[in-house]
């Protein structure tokens, strides 16, 4: 058993892309459904990327049965496998994150795994490229469930798979950028912590239910104490 167990988002807490998912999107979309800039205007923070592509699929008036779907899926993972590798808008880690993770893996009473909305292929891709994937234990994908609030669940039955458990759910922390994150936290009785390195301020994270909010993991020291107190 470990004191806590520490679920990260990835995309606007850890790391931003640069827009790699948007464009590897953009160009599956476009290949497979034939309509050009289909993410256009979609709301991506926080949502998975199921969701996000069932309301471009909407927005486009295109009907996609399961099959259509798998093979967008898989188009998308190969397309984003070429595009991490160009440069984009704030492409790069958060403020502090590789030392936070680093300092995390040398606490024997933690483990982090992953909540994400990313597809999981994609977000193994990117958390290599950032050379951040060895940090991670376990984790819940926007394949697992199309909504967020179930895979806070989902990723604590697979850290217990691996035989990481917790005295109970509120012992397990969820770490991320938007008011979603925080929700899914909340739906599982997890606790929360936000950061407001991606979409949302402080202020706006602050109106959430979150249990804290820090500007970024610039402060090792602070941020380390209040994952392993809250
Ligand atoms: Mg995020």
Redesign the pocket.
């Given at each position: 058993m470990v004191a806590k167990i520490l679920l990260f988002?990835?995309?606007?807490?850890l790391l931003l892309s640069g827009r790699a998912g948007y464009r590897a999107l953009t160009r599956a979309f476009e290949e497979l459904f034939g309509v050009k800039q289909g993410f256009d205007g979609v709301p991506v923070?926080?949502m998975t990327d199921e969701l996000i592509l069932t309301d471009a699929l909407r927005r486009a008036g295109v009907v996609a049965d399961r099959v259509d779907r798998e093979r967008f899926h898989r188009r998308y993972c190969d397309l984003f496998g070429e595009e991490i590798h160009f440069p984009g808008p704030r492409k790069g880690l958060m403020p502090g994150v590789l030392t936070l993770l680093d300092r995390l893996s040398r606490v024997d009473e933690v483990k982090c795994g992953l909540v994400t909305g990313n597809f999981a292929h994609p977000a193994r891709i990117k958390l290599e490229h950032f050379d951040l994937w060895r940090f991670f234990h376990f984790g819940a994908y926007g394949d697992d469930a199309p909504v967020r609030d179930e895979l806070v669940s989902i990723a604590v039955a697979r850290a217990e798979r691996k035989g990481v458990t917790v005295q109970g759910a509120h012992h397990v922390v969820v770490i991320?950028?938007?008011p979603l994150?925080v929700q899914c936290a909340l739906a599982a009785g997890a606790r929360s912590v936000a950061v407001a390195t991606?979409t949302y301020d402080e202020v706006a994270l602050r109106g959430t239910k979150a249990d804290a909010v820090v500007s970024d993991f610039g402060e090792t020291d602070t941020v380390v104490e209040l994952l392993l107190d809250i």
């Amino acid at each position: 058993m470990v004191a806590k167990i520490l679920l990260f988002d990835i995309d606007g807490t850890l790391l931003l892309s640069g827009r790699a998912g948007y464009r590897a999107l953009t160009r599956a979309f476009e290949e497979l459904f034939g309509v050009k800039q289909g993410f256009d205007g979609v709301p991506v923070a926080g949502m998975t990327d199921e969701l996000i592509l069932t309301d471009a699929l909407r927005r486009a008036g295109v009907v996609a049965d399961r099959v259509d779907r798998e093979r967008f899926h898989r188009r998308y993972c190969d397309l984003f496998g070429e595009e991490i590798h160009f440069p984009g808008p704030r492409k790069g880690l958060m403020p502090g994150v590789l030392t936070l993770l680093d300092r995390l893996s040398r606490v024997d009473e933690v483990k982090c795994g992953l909540v994400t909305g990313n597809f999981a292929h994609p977000a193994r891709i990117k958390l290599e490229h950032f050379d951040l994937w060895r940090f991670f234990h376990f984790g819940a994908y926007g394949d697992d469930a199309p909504v967020r609030d179930e895979l806070v669940s989902i990723a604590v039955a697979r850290a217990e798979r691996k035989g990481v458990t917790v005295q109970g759910a509120h012992h397990v922390v969820v770490i991320g950028d938007t008011p979603l994150d925080v929700q899914c936290a909340l739906a599982a009785g997890a606790r929360s912590v936000a950061v407001a390195t991606g979409t949302y301020d402080e202020v706006a994270l602050r109106g959430t239910k979150a249990d804290a909010v820090v500007s970024d993991f610039g402060e090792t020291d602070t941020v380390v104490e209040l994952l392993l107190d809250i």
